[in-house]
């Protein structure tokens, strides 16, 4: 009676201690999701070239009349990329607000990304995949947050120049 109660304890140790390794495979894969496609840059204002100014108004649909779509030619590809930030939500107790970008990727693929707790005069970069499908990160922000109305209505977006952006591999960062 003892040597099967002994077996059935040692049988439970062993379920569990796979199991506990199943776990901590699934949870470490897991984690290793696809990368942001965003970085945030702190004050990053008066430091670029500026080439086109949008404003974003917060929860604006895609109908919106103010678009701030910018398309420019893909660094790595013959086809052009569009970046689209929308303004989502103001945290007032931070003085920050979250963006959704999409970034339309010619012949490649459409991301959606979130970046939360953005400043104003921070920059934002997105990070594009070369043909070799490694992520690059330009030189210099896609574009600038130059100002956040009170209450986080609406985002004064700088869009920096696209042919001063030098493009490098993200590990280089």
Request: glycine share 2%; hydrophobic share 45%.
């Amino acid at each position: 009676m003892k040597r099967w109660m002994l077996l059935l304890l040692l049988l439970v140790i062993i379920v569990l201690a796979v199991s506990l390794l199943v776990l901590r495979q699934r949870l470490a894969s897991s984690s290793q999701l696809s990368p942001s496609h965003l970085a945030r840059t702190p004050h990053s204002a008066y430091k670029y070239d500026l080439c086109i100014e949008a404003f974003a108004y917060a929860h604006a649909s895609p109908d919106e009349p103010h678009k701030t779509d910018y398309t420019f030619h893909d660094p790595f590809r013959m086809t052009d990329d569009t970046i689209i930030p929308y303004l989502m939500d103001w945290n007032a107790s931070e003085n920050t607000a979250s963006f959704k970008v999409i970034i339309i990727v010619g012949q490649v693929n459409t991301f959606t990304e979130t970046i939360a707790h953005v400043r104003a005069l921070d920059g934002i970069s997105i990070m594009l995949p070369d043909k070799q499908n490694q992520l690059q990160r330009a030189s210099e922000p896609q574009f600038i947050v130059s100002s956040l109305s009170r209450g986080g209505g609406i985002a004064v977006l700088d869009f920096t120049c696209p042919q001063q952006w030098r493009w490098k591999s993200v590990s280089t960062f």
